[in-house]
């Protein structure tokens, strides 16, 4: 591949207590076939040697890079205002996130590349994603939970995809996501830093509200590391703070910007009957409903 040819792709990297899993996650992005890359490494405060770990690795591997920037900051501030540190410093035409424990596969940029060349109406593209780590019977929960919805997902009309993600739950896999920089500048949609540990589904929301079509590949680009180390399972509470903040802003936001606490009532009470009249439950709905008048 022409590398003078080539778009450069920005890969952010997303650490905090990362030292554990990061050198396997840089490893798999210096191994990209695509040959035009800058590395970002925006870590969050971490309190082990993650940060030591990550300036080794770049004095070894820095010539593959066209750029590398290493962005730290001295206390913990949540994953949402790290992907912004991280978004903001990349200078690539694209760029491919990846957390600072799961996997790159060897092709992955290259077929978003080859993607994009073909179809120069994409904005934000989707791919499928391997699991690894963990638990077998976890690791074949979240697959089929993954198989059965985020196809048809992906078939459906941006109102419906808006519905699903407000209603039922998120299945697309954010780890594969890869967008155009420039694009998302001009449509000033960042991670909200309101819901500081649950980055993806309000930067989905929002995208649906700009019409926004997703794009969706139908081959695995990244390995989804199953961990029991993971944000949700070490620090629980503050995710499900962030999931009950995703309700008061966007699931029932504009009742909550008025205060009325007996229409959006009667909405959730909608809501909840539409999503057992299709036969989906998520008991998560009810609870964070519960949740919504009680935050910081």
């Keep these: 591949m022409d590398m003078e040819c080539c778009p450069l792709v920005s890969v952010p990297v997303v650490t905090y207590n990362s030292s554990k899993t990061v050198v396997e996650t840089l490893d798999s992005i210096c191994n990209q076939t695509?040959?035009?890359?800058?590395?970002?490494?925006?870590?969050?405060?971490?309190?082990?040697?993650?940060?030591?770990?990550?300036?080794?690795?770049?004095?070894?591997?820095?010539?593959?890079?066209?750029?590398?920037?290493?962005?730290?900051?001295?206390?913990?501030?949540?994953?949402?205002?790290?992907?912004?540190?991280?978004?903001?410093?990349?200078?690539?035409?694209?760029?491919?996130?990846?957390?600072?424990?799961?996997?790159?596969?060897?092709?992955?940029?290259?077929?978003?590349?080859?993607?994009?060349?073909?179809?120069?109406?994409?904005?934000?593209?989707?791919?499928?994603?391997?699991?690894?780590?963990?638990?077998?019977?976890?690791?074949?929960?979240?697959?089929?939970?993954?198989?059965?919805?985020?196809?048809?997902?992906?078939?459906?009309?941006?109102?419906?995809?808006?519905?699903?993600?407000?209603?039922?739950?998120?299945?697309?896999?954010?780890?594969?996501?890869?967008?155009?920089?420039?694009?998302?500048?001009?449509?000033?949609?960042?991670?909200?830093?309101?819901?500081?540990?649950?980055e993806d589904v309000p930067k989905w929301i929002n995208l649906l509200k700009k019409q926004v079509r997703f794009h969706y590949i139908d081959k695995e680009t990244v390995g989804y590391r199953m961990s029991n180390t993971s944000l949700c399972r070490k620090t629980p509470e503050k995710f499900d703070k962030s999931k009950a903040k995703l309700y008061v802003y966007y699931c029932f936001e504009n009742d909550y910007k008025k205060g009325d606490k007996k229409i959006a009532r009667l909405k959730w009470l909608r809501a909840q009957r539409t999503i057992h009249d299709n036969g989906v439950v998520w008991k998560g709905l009810a609870w964070a409903y519960k949740k919504v008048y009680h935050l910081d």
């Design 34 to 198: 695509y040959p035009k890359l800058e590395l970002i490494i925006s870590d969050d405060g971490s309190t082990d040697d993650t940060v030591e770990t990550c300036r080794n690795w770049i004095a070894a591997h820095k010539d593959r890079f066209v750029r590398v920037e290493l962005l730290t900051v001295e206390r913990n501030t949540g994953v949402s205002a790290n992907m912004n540190r991280a978004e903001r410093a990349c200078c690539g035409d694209w760029v491919k996130v990846i957390a600072g424990d799961d996997l790159l596969l060897d092709d992955c940029i290259e077929t978003y590349v080859d993607y994009v060349n073909t179809h120069p109406d994409a904005v934000y593209i989707f791919a499928s994603m391997a699991f690894f780590g963990g638990d077998e019977e976890e690791r074949a929960s979240k697959r089929n939970w993954y198989e059965e919805h985020t196809k048809p997902f992906f078939e459906s009309s941006i109102e419906e995809q808006y519905d699903f993600l407000t209603m039922v739950g998120c299945c697309i896999p954010a780890p594969t996501a890869f967008f155009n920089k420039t694009t998302m500048e001009t449509l000033g949609i960042v991670n909200d830093e309101r819901i500081p540990y649950l």
